[in-house]
């Protein structure tokens, strides 16, 4: 406790003597996760504190130890320093190591090392005397031709070593203190991309092999939380994908997050807070659930401002306290919390233990502050269902946009409104389905409605009435419809055209119908109009000429206009139906996906099953000459996708030759 204190009035001193003086605002901005997943500004989660200059040379890696010491590996000088108050007090295998860049240190102050330019792995006790060296292992299991690259190293409460190999395509490699192999653990994946697949399908096999291989990512970094889970970070990966914490069965449970290409080191708390600094001087937090808490920091270019990062290699909590190792400083970086992340801290740590109830007075006092803070309102919701105040969980949920907690609340809701309803509504449709029989009944006999249908039968001597009247026609009888439409004899270009527009209307009405359960947009402010009116137009587009053209040279009678006018009417089940399925959405929660996901199955099936009639029946073919015609019209219109990208992108570049000229002259000039 008296080291502790020690530590926290050094950290104070130093700042209050530090040449760098922290101004009013920071030198980078804050960052949460806010409403559709977008990054929003917030006020300060950290602080920079001091900025305190060591006697180390390009170190690579910190431990922290619960009393406040620190152990550092001053890689240029082929050592470990420990530190107390920000002094050093000793130093370790001044005389073993040359690179040492790995560094563990156990409750019983026993320094795990791993050496990159010894290629070894160095245990020595707390008074520095050496344990054991590890090299390579010469199990078979191993791999004969796998190199020993030791660059990174973490231990478990077993006491079992996970070394980071640079180069291991087979993940963490574990080792025991007797430096035997024990096997591979927590290996990434290999992605293919369009283009690989592409490769694979056209080029040889001496074609390929002129290739990179296409191996997983090696992890670069490491850490081992309290309960002995494995974090680690991949350096060169998806953003999103670059955390990843293993189970003991070696299954990578962290979310997709927002995160980083270019991560360093991770770091993770005893209350589950995970911390990781990358490249570019950017610190990322996250809960134990891999949800985004806070990012900030920034890189110095020679600002040399308080807070700011040159070359980044470490990271480790301390209390309030956050440290980075800054390798080209040769120093360690401070931040202090402040009241907006002591709050989230408080509130996560109980919220994560449970205690919805007591956790939310902290995040409604976070939402005073950032009224975007997602995670503010998943607490606050999961406090209301808890509670059973499903109103409020409901509106709650929406914030958090949290599908899964918002289909429960509304059950319950829907549960009580059926409960209290369920006899009357009952009794309501009972009464209308007997008054329609009724009516009916009376005016089979006195034919009351007559003048009705006639009135309504005369409508149709309008053309635009009487083509919308023909599309019913294609519930029954498709096929003889589509010949109608060869021989000109129903349908026309303007309503190909109507459907067309109503086709387009409800796309984009289907989007601002839906329930926020099955939307695929959290609001509708995110829902991009433009981009899916001109992608449903082009898709049309694209069928009505793939599909003409292929049909042209494969002996296909139709015309365009029958094509047009024929894969308009194809299209009634996505104009008629969607529509009412969108809003039978609102009253659906995720146990009855099925009714949403089958209703819109059957509208695509049967949009699907209209538009191979129509092929067939327009241009007289045979069934297998229609299914020839419509799979070469899907690869068509992929066709013209490509070539259009890749006209885009030539006259993009040529656009920019030319532009870069004009500068270039007027410069000159």
Same mark, same amino acid.
């Given at each position: ?112 090392? @791993? ?226 992340? =002591? ?197 049309? @587009?694209?069928?009505?000429? @793939? ?13 365009? =206009? ?108």
């Amino acid at each position: 406790m008296m080291k502790k204190m020690l530590l926290l009035l050094t950290v104070a001193a130093v700042l209050a003597l530090t040449p760098y003086q922290a101004s009013a605002d920071s030198p980078y901005t804050t960052w949460a996760q806010g409403p559709g997943g977008w990054l929003t500004m917030t006020q300060d989660a950290y602080s920079p504190a001091a900025e305190v200059d060591l006697p180390i040379s390009a170190a690579e890696e910190m431990v922290v130890m619960p009393d406040g010491t620190l152990y550092i590996a001053d890689t240029g000088n082929g050592r470990i320093v420990r530190l107390e108050n920000f002094e050093i007090v000793a130093t370790y295998g001044e005389d073993v190591l040359e690179g040492p860049t790995g560094l563990f240190v156990d409750e019983d102050g026993v320094l795990y090392v @791993a050496d990159a330019k010894l290629n070894k792995v160095f245990i020595f006790d707390a008074d520095g005397t050496l344990l054991k060296e590890i090299g390579r292992p010469t199990e078979p299991l191993f791999g004969k031709n796998r190199d020993f690259l030791p660059r990174k190293i973490a231990v478990d409460a077993r006491k079992n070593l996970y070394v980071i190999s640079e180069g291991s395509v087979d993940g963490i490699v574990q080792l025991n203190t007797n430096g035997n192999f024990i096997g591979y653990f927590g290996a990434n994946t290999a992605s293919m991309s369009f283009k690989m697949i592409a490769q694979r399908l056209f080029l040889t096999k001496e074609q390929l092999d002129q290739f990179v291989k296409n191996e997983a990512a090696s992890p670069s970094n490491i850490a081992i939380d309290h309960q002995s889970m494995v974090y680690t970070i991949t350096a060169g990966t998806d953003g999103s994908k670059s955390i990843r914490k293993f189970t003991v069965a070696g299954k990578n449970i962290f979310p997709e997050t927002f995160g980083s290409t270019t991560f360093r080191d991770i770091d993770v708390s005893d209350t589950g807070l995970v911390l990781a600094v990358d490249a570019n001087g950017r610190i990322y937090e996250y809960d134990l659930n891999g949800t985004m808490l806070f990012v900030f920091g920034a890189q110095d270019n020679g600002e040399q401002r308080l807070g700011m990062l040159r070359n980044p290699t470490a990271i480790v909590r301390y209390g309030e306290f956050i440290y980075v190792l800054d390798k080209d400083k040769n120093a360690v970086v401070t931040y202090q919390t402040t009241a907006l992340a =002591r709050q989230v801290h408080d509130g996560i740590n109980l919220y994560m233990e449970g205690y919805y109830k007591e956790a939310k007075p902290y995040f409604e006092q976070v939402l005073s502050a950032n009224g975007s803070y997602i995670m503010a309102y998943q607490a606050i919701a999961d406090a209301y269902y808890k509670d059973r105040n499903y109103t409020e969980a409901l509106t709650a949920y929406r914030y958090a946009e949290d599908r899964n907690g918002y289909s429960q609340a509304y059950w319950e809701l829907r549960n009580q409104a059926l409960q209290r309803s369920l006899t009357s509504a009952i009794l309501w449709i009972g009464g209308l389905w007997l008054a329609s029989v009724v009516v009916g009944r009376l005016d089979k006999r006195y034919h009351w409605l007559d003048p009705a249908r006639n009135w309504l039968r005369g409508l149709t001597r309008f053309k635009l009435i009487d083509d919308f009247v023909f599309m019913f026609r294609f519930i029954k009888q498709p096929a003889d419809s589509f010949y109608y439409i060869k021989k000109k004899e129903r349908g026309s270009l303007l309503f190909a055209g109507i459907i067309y527009v109503w086709v387009v209307a409800v796309r984009v009405l289907s989007l601002y119908l839906t329930g926020f359960v099955f939307n695929p947009f959290p609001d509708v402010a995110f829902i991009p109009v433009g981009n899916e009116i001109v992608m449903t137009l082009l898709l049309i @587009a694209l069928w009505n000429a @793939a599909n003409y053209l292929i049909s042209t040279i494969s002996d296909g009678e139709g015309r365009v =206009r029958d094509v047009v006018i024929g894969s308009a009417y194809s299209l009634f089940p996505y104009a008629l139906f969607v529509l009412p399925i969108a809003l039978l959405t609102n009253v659906l929660t995720l146990n009855e996906t099925f009714l949403y996901s089958f209703s819109m199955n059957i509208v695509w099936f049967w949009m699907g099953l209209m538009l191979f009639i129509m092929v067939k029946e327009i241009h007289n073919y045979s069934f297998w000459e229609t299914v020839r015609n419509v799979l070469i019209t899907i690869f068509t219109m992929g066709l013209f996708v490509l070539t259009g990208y890749i006209l885009y992108v030539l006259f993009t570049q040529l656009f920019d030759f030319v532009s870069a000229i004009f500068q270039e002259v007027r410069l000159r000039g």
